[in-house]
């Protein structure tokens, strides 16, 4: 597996594109169940027929999601069935019943104890496969430690610091510290980048080649730090597509019918923002003020980053009658279309601020229409 870092963001863009669109359906065509608040869970007895999502401090599932379940929460438990994908963004992760095709999770730390039938792909801290786990695609992690004691029918596949493997698997492919223990049975390949040789217990076996290749500890964290920035920025931004698909699609129509006015209230927030707030800020009255206004103006911008690729889509499918509309393929196709912008020089870059002034501006003028009319 070749290390990934931000040269080679271009190349792996479209890769990452092909990731995306089998990791996520089309919210479009999808009836789903929504639920927020401090604790959100399913019962034994509930049935969801369709897709489930949910945004709380903890959420338990006992019960049984035919579709696929996205979660945002700092803990997530998932005791019932899954019939499609699960997706989480969390700080620890449990997985004891059955997920009917992918898992994907971005977070602290994932245990994983009952069955996934198709692929496992994890951006976090740890990751901990139980013994009575088994995996019936590839295992992708990117991050702390790895600990594969469950069967895999795939490849194991990633870059970490630790990679420990104790059970039957596909083959190994792997950037980091590799250990081949006791009951390790790899079908296939090893191969692995690392300083240091393969740590292999007498009792490992390996069907295969081994093969090694050094790599530079701060290349495989620069690349580490990219693609985890890549997912968890579209990761974001699918978050908010869907929780706003309306007020969205509503700031296109109002960017589109005005963008004279939208690019001068975003030069106006982006330039005259944080002079404001420095301004506030050296005085002994104005000094809270001036502390909330930064934060305002702070917080605009981080929107707008993160509603750039749904625009950028919008702008691109626009072109297209056929497909003209705020759907996944949209933010898909903005998410690319910016990740390739960023990579080119000037031109990019250029382009990239305007769409990012524009953004903010038509937020910011919505803001004023709604105040506005409340007055």
């Not at 789903?32 to 999502?53: C, H, K, L, M």
């Not at 393929?329 to 382009?351: E, K, N, Y």
Request: proline content about 2%; charged content about 15%; hydrophobic content about 50%.
């Amino acid at each position: 597996m070749k290390n990934l870092n931000l040269k080679s963001i271009t190349a792996s863009s479209g890769l990452f594109a092909i990731l995306v669109l089998a990791i996520f359906p089309l919210f479009a065509s999808a009836e789903t169940v929504v639920r927020t608040g401090s604790n959100v869970s399913v019962s034994a007895s509930q049935i969801v027929e369709n897709d489930f999502y949910a945004a709380a401090g903890g959420v338990t599932h006992s019960g049984e999601v035919r579709g696929d379940m996205y979660v945002i929460a700092g803990s997530v438990t998932v005791n019932g069935q899954i019939g499609e994908d699960l997706t989480v963004m969390g700080g620890t992760t449990n997985v004891h019943n059955t997920v009917g095709d992918d898992l994907r999770v971005i977070g602290g730390e994932v245990v994983i104890a009952g069955e996934v039938k198709d692929d496992v792909f994890v951006l976090g801290g740890q990751l901990h496969i139980l013994s009575t786990a088994k995996i019936g695609g590839n295992v992708y992690f990117y991050g702390g430690e790895a600990v594969i004691e469950g069967n895999v029918l795939g490849t194991v596949m990633g870059q970490a610091d630790r990679f420990t493997v104790n059970s039957a698997v596909g083959g190994v492919d792997v950037i980091g510290t590799l250990e081949l223990q006791d009951s390790a049975v790899v079908k296939g390949d090893v191969r692995y980048q690392s300083e240091q040789d393969v740590t292999r217990s007498q009792g490992a076996t390996v069907a295969g080649d081994v093969a090694r290749a050094d790599v530079a500890i701060s290349d495989s964290k620069e690349g580490n730090f990219s693609l985890f920035a890549m997912v968890a920025w579209f990761f974001t931004t699918l978050c908010l597509f869907f929780l706003f698909r309306g007020r969205i699609e509503h700031l296109w129509h109002l960017l589109r019918r005005e963008p004279a006015k939208s690019g001068l209230f975003g030069l106006t927030a982006i330039i005259a923002g944080p002079v404001l707030s420095f301004i506030l800020l050296v005085t002994v009255l104005g000094v809270w003020i001036g502390f909330l206004t930064l934060l305002t103006s702070v917080l605009l911008v981080l929107t707008s980053m993160l509603l750039l690729p749904i625009i950028i889509g919008r702008l691109v499918v626009s072109f297209f009658p056929k497909w003209d509309k705020m759907n996944f393929v949209t933010v898909l196709v903005g998410f690319v279309a910016t990740t390739l912008l960023c990579s080119l020089p000037w031109f990019g870059g250029l382009f990239i601020f305007i769409a990012l002034v524009m953004t903010v501006g038509a937020i910011a003028y919505s803001v004023y229409l709604s105040v506005r009319n409340l007055v």
